[in-house]
């Protein structure tokens, strides 16, 4: 088993830390905090790698926020500062790890994404359609992953890869950071983040770097689990969702029984209530796609929300509270997704909302 050994020097080398300072910058130099931070930039460089070498750093606070895109989650913003560590760390682990992944995983991964992992699962089961079996497939949904892991766990598994106690320091820093409890912000009720949501051993801030990271390096576990020991053909993944594909339905039984003890023992998780099983000529929902052995199209949740938001901007830019780009912008990102999935029928209900502006 290959382990990190004594690699913390380089996380906190210099040139390590000015090149995830131009990562975490990307797309964000103009913004007040980068501004502040550029213009003592060396100095402010050499005080994170004092705090690292040193070990005197801390996660500083987050900010905190709602986006309700594809369901209401709690964001936490890093500061700049945090997320250059964070770039720092990424750049020498994930690396590392990519490379003890499974092929079909495909969240948060160069060169995977969402229309490599719905191209993969639409593959399979073109290959499948074409025997004679009868074919179903096991969709297992994790309930509330990003809240509900476990920081004891991933320590444990991270020490499994990671011999060097220094940078195990670090990573549990930021782990058990206080902050990275799922408290309430302000204004918010009780009801929007529940206690248990909120106790400070579980959960991981979504949008974080290192969240990111740990969220795979969590369920590899699960992976390997479902290669190694259930011999699963048929298995994909994208972050907390997996699709298992098998002509055997009661196997499919056994395999869900089975992972759910494997979850519940090993990573302290749960499946919540739209794990199923179903053939697969009703269309695999996964990575906001329906999918077919023959074809696919955009879940009809998701093309609602589509129309909504460009209805809202049409009478947006119509009553001059946006700016018309906006609106182009939304257009063009729109048509790109259309390639994606058998559109034609959707594409002509948005050709008809822009019929008398041009905007086919």
């Not at 999918?291 to 009553?319: D, G, M, N, Q, S």
Request: glycine content about 4%; overall charge positive.
């Amino acid at each position: 088993m290959k382990t990190l050994r004594n690699i913390y020097p380089a996380i906190y080398d210099f040139d390590n830390l000015y090149q995830a300072y131009l990562e975490a910058r990307k797309a964000k130099r103009y913004r007040q905090d980068v501004l502040q931070f550029t213009m003592n930039l060396e100095e402010n460089l050499i005080q994170i790698q004092n705090e690292l070498i040193y070990k005197t750093y801390k996660v500083g606070r987050y900010r905190e926020f709602y986006v309700t895109e594809p369901k209401k989650r709690l964001i936490m913003a890093l500061q700049f500062k945090d997320r250059i560590v964070q770039w720092a760390i990424y750049r020498h682990l994930n690396p590392f790890y990519d490379k003890q992944f499974i092929y079909d995983s495909y969240g948060c991964r160069i060169g995977k994404g969402t229309h490599n992992a719905a191209n993969r699962l639409e593959y399979w089961l073109r290959q499948v359609n074409r025997r004679d079996k009868k074919y179903y497939f096991l969709k297992l949904d994790i309930s509330k992953y990003f809240y509900r892991i476990d920081h004891e766990v991933l320590i444990r598994i991270l020490e499994k890869r990671i011999n060097d106690p220094d940078l195990m320091w670090l990573l549990s820093t930021i782990i058990n950071s206080e902050d990275t409890a799922f408290g309430l912000p302000a204004g918010v009720s009780p009801d929007d983040c529940p206690k248990e949501e909120r106790l400070f051993d579980k959960g991981m801030p979504i949008g974080n770097l290192t969240s990111q990271l740990f969220a795979n390096i969590y369920l590899n576990e699960l992976d390997q689990y479902a290669k190694n020991e259930l011999r699963l053909h048929y298995y994909i993944r994208y972050m907390d969702d997996v699709i298992i594909l098998h002509d055997d339905k009661a196997f499919l039984h056994e395999v869900k029984d089975r992972i759910e003890i494997f979850l519940n023992e090993k990573l302290r998780l749960d499946l919540n209530a739209k794990t199923c099983i179903r053939p697969i000529k009703d269309g695999v929902e996964f990575v906001g796609f329906r999918i077919w052995p023959t074809h696919r199209k955009l879940k009809k949740t998701t093309a609602k929300k589509v129309k909504t938001r460009l209805k809202y901007l049409i009478k947006a830019v119509a009553e001059g509270k946006e700016d018309p780009g906006m609106l182009q912008r939304s257009i063009a990102s729109y048509k790109g997704i259309l390639e994606h999935f058998n559109s034609y029928g959707f594409r002509q209900s948005l050709n008809q909302m822009f019929k008398n502006r041009g905007d086919q």
